[in-house]
C-alpha cells in the first residue's frame, strides 16, 4: 500500500454564462482528475464523462501493489487511448455528438512519486512552501507561440486564438499521451482546475487562494473570485494535500456526477 495519499476538496460550479457544465472531475485517496469538454451538440459533458470514468475503472489497477511501476506508467498512458476509443465510438454512433472532446490532467500519487497525465488546457499546479509552480504545459495555439517566442504574455491574453487547442481527446486517435513525473514532499499541495479558473484569474490571485490555511476555505476563495471577475464559463478546482492518513472515499464532480 501507498505511504503517502491525496487528502482532497473540491468543487464544480456552473458560472454565470453557460447553462450547463462540461467539466467533469474525479477525487480518490491515490487518484484525481479534472476534465473539461467541449464541442458537439450538447455532448462536451458527455466526453468529459467519459475521460473521468475511464480513469475511475481503472483506479483499483492503477494503485495495485501487484502491478510494478513501468506497467503503471504503461496503463497511465494507455487510459487516453481508452478514453479516445470510446469518444470515437459515441460519435460513430451519434451524428449529432460528432466533434466533441475534452481535456484530462490528472495526478497519481503511488509511494514517493506523483505521475501528472495531461492532454489540452486543464491545469495542474504546485504550492510548495511559498513557491507556486504550474507542472502542466498548455497544449494551445498561444502556448506554442509563446515558446517560440513569437509573441508576448499581454498579446497572448488579447489573443483571437488564445482558446483553441493543439490536443485534446476528441475520438480521432491523434494524441500524443504526456506523462511527467514528480517526488512526493510532505507540505505540498496540489490543485487540479479547468481553464475557468485559470482563465479568468491570475496566478498571483490563484495563490493568494491556494494559501488559505483550510483546503475548503480556499476552494471556495478561487470559485467565488471567478464568479467576481464574471464566471464566463464552467469552473472546477480540485485542491490535494499531501497525506499519510487513507480515506478511502471517492466522488464524482461536474458532468459525471449528474
Keep these: 500500500m501507498s505511504a503517502h495519499f491525496f487528502d482532497t476538496s473540491a468543487r464544480s460550479a456552473i458560472g454565470l454564462v453557460r447553462q450547463g457544465n462540461e467539466d467533469s472531475a474525479f477525487t480518490s485517496a491515490q487518484l484525481i482528475a479534472v476534465a473539461d469538454g467541449m464541442g458537439g451538440h450538447a455532448a462536451g459533458e458527455v466526453a468529459s464523462r467519459i475521460a473521468v470514468k475511464v480513469l475511475q475503472s481503472l483506479t483499483p489497477a492503477l494503485i495495485s501493489t501487484e502491478i510494478d ?60 512552501g511559498n513557491v507556486l509552480e504550474q507542472l502542466s504545459n498548455d497544449h494551445t495555439v498561444i502556448q506554442e507561440l509563446l515558446d517560440q517566442g513569437a509573441i508576448s504574455e499581454a498579446e497572448a491574453a488579447e489573443h483571437p486564438q488564445r482558446s483553441m487547442l493543439t490536443q485534446a481527446l476528441r475520438g480521432d486517435g491523434d494524441v500524443t499521451p504526456v506523462l511527467q513525473m514528480y517526488e512526493v514532499k510532505k507540505g505540498d499541495r496540489y490543485l487540479l482546475c479547468s481553464d475557468g479558473l485559470s482563465g479568468v484569474l491570475t496566478d498571483k490571485e490563484i495563490k493568494i487562494g491556494l494559501k488559505k490555511s483550510e483546503k475548503e476555505e480556499a476552494v471556495k476563495f478561487l470559485i467565488d473570485a471567478t464568479y467576481v471577475n464574471g464566471a464566463p464559463d464552467n469552473v472546477t478546482v480540485l485542491i490535494a494535500d499531501i497525506s499519510e492518513v487513507l480515506d478511502t472515499s471517492t466522488s464524482l464532480l461536474g458532468a459525471a456526477h449528474d
Design 69 to 128: 511501476e513501468d506497467s503503471i506508467e504503461d496503463l497511465l498512458m494507455h487510459s487516453l487511448h481508452s478514453i479516445d476509443s470510446e469518444i470515437s465510438v459515441v460519435t460513430y454512433e451519434d451524428i449529432e455528438k460528432r466533434g466533441m472532446g475534452t481535456t484530462l490532467t490528472a495526478l497519481l500519487i503511488r509511494d514517493k512519486r506523483i505521475a501528472l497525465l495531461h492532454v489540452g488546457d486543464s491545469r495542474c499546479y504546485r504550492l510548495r
